[in-house]
């Protein structure tokens, strides 16, 4: 059976990215990594068949377009990008960033169709779950322009490349479990969420039926007292949060699936004390990581937004450059659960 990069890359201890780079004779491994994966190709006959594709596009410019919801995500989506063009930089690869609001299929559509008439590269959306939006990611698909979806955000039934995120049902489940256990399972919850129950913004809406589904199966005696939606609107959030921490009973926690956690945190710190109100949320925003130090948040759920934005760029490069497909249709990211002793 022919050996492939991954299990080069697996026997060398290295990420399959640092093969890449000796294989292209690229910058960025030291000698001794160099040599040691130059040892078990020689050993192990390997002759990757696009190798010369490879090389043919290394001249080549690659037009990659990055289409994003605004939301706290952004510099960690892109910083997770700028580092995958920092481990191709072999390649010239050129990222033009689009973006968008929750609600503006519109203008998302507008964009794509913008693209798919320049006929860029390959594509990169964080996208809204609509028929609009779906239809102009199969168009693109059709004429050849791969699309990768991303920062929690899918639209599974479309023929897009591939997603990158988080299992977000399974991260709201996770969120239960951990409310469930702060408050020894019993109490009021609210909600403050991205999007109205049943709307199909991917992430909010999968974290809120997990952390549901969760409560209803283990946590009889909590109730879901209620949801603020905000649409990562801070101001709508803080208004109406502020009212209901303003009047008792307070709640005993609070979820929050989407952005607005550092509006909550700081709601939390001037109305309620933090040893009354618990509080859960996701991401690992600068703003989140504080409030879990002073003890205000008591946990966060990481999706692992960096990695998210790398494993983007990376694809769509494997995609273009050497005509490779991702094993899977659905790439999910780690749930990292942090709290106060693990930053």
Do not use: W
């Not at 109490?187 to 999007?195: C, E, P």
């Amino acid at each position: 059976m022919r050996i492939t990069m991954k299990e080069i890359a697996k026997m060398a201890g290295v990420h399959r990215s640092t093969v890449d780079k000796v294989l292209h004779n690229r910058e960025g491994v030291s000698d001794e990594v160099r040599l040691k994966i130059k040892k078990i190709i020689d050993k192990t006959g390997y002759t990757p068949n696009i190798l010369g594709q490879g090389l043919q596009k290394k001249n080549a410019i690659i037009e990659i377009a990055v289409i994003l919801i605004i939301s706290d995500a952004l510099d960690m989506i892109r910083e997770g990008m700028s580092q995958a063009l920092k481990t191709y930089e072999g390649f010239d690869i050129r990222i033009a960033y689009y973006y968008t609001g929750y609600v503006d299929e519109n203008a998302q559509a507008e964009i794509l169709e913008q693209l798919i008439e320049k006929r860029v590269d390959g594509i990169v959306i964080s996208p809204i779950n609509t028929d609009k939006i779906r239809s102009a990611i199969n168009k693109a698909t059709d004429v050849g322009i791969p699309v990768v979806t991303t920062m929690n955000f899918d639209i599974p039934d479309s023929r897009r490349l591939c997603f990158v995120g988080q299992d977000t049902v399974k991260a709201g489940r996770i969120a239960a479990s951990l409310m469930g256990s702060l408050l020894s399972g019993q109490g009021k919850v609210l909600l403050v969420a991205a999007t109205e129950k049943g709307e199909t913004i991917s992430y909010s809406e999968g974290r809120r039926v997990g952390f549901e589904s969760m409560i209803e199966e283990e946590y009889p005696n909590i109730e879901i007292m209620g949801s603020v939606v905000g649409y990562d609107n801070l101001k709508v959030i803080e208004s109406e949060t502020r009212t209901i921490l303003c009047r008792k009973p307070l709640p005993d926690g609070i979820l929050v699936t989407g952005g607005g956690a550092a509006v909550v945190g700081r709601l939390i710190k001037e109305l309620a004390h933090s040893h009354v109100v618990k509080a859960v949320c996701f991401e690992r925003y600068p703003e989140i990581v504080e409030l879990i130090r002073e003890g205000v948040i008591n946990f966060t759920i990481d999706s692992d937004m960096i990695n998210q934005g790398y494993l983007s760029i990376e694809l769509l490069i494997y995609k273009t450059v050497y005509n490779r497909k991702p094993n899977e249709s659905v790439i999910y990211t780690k749930n990292e659960i942090l709290v106060k002793g693990s930053l």
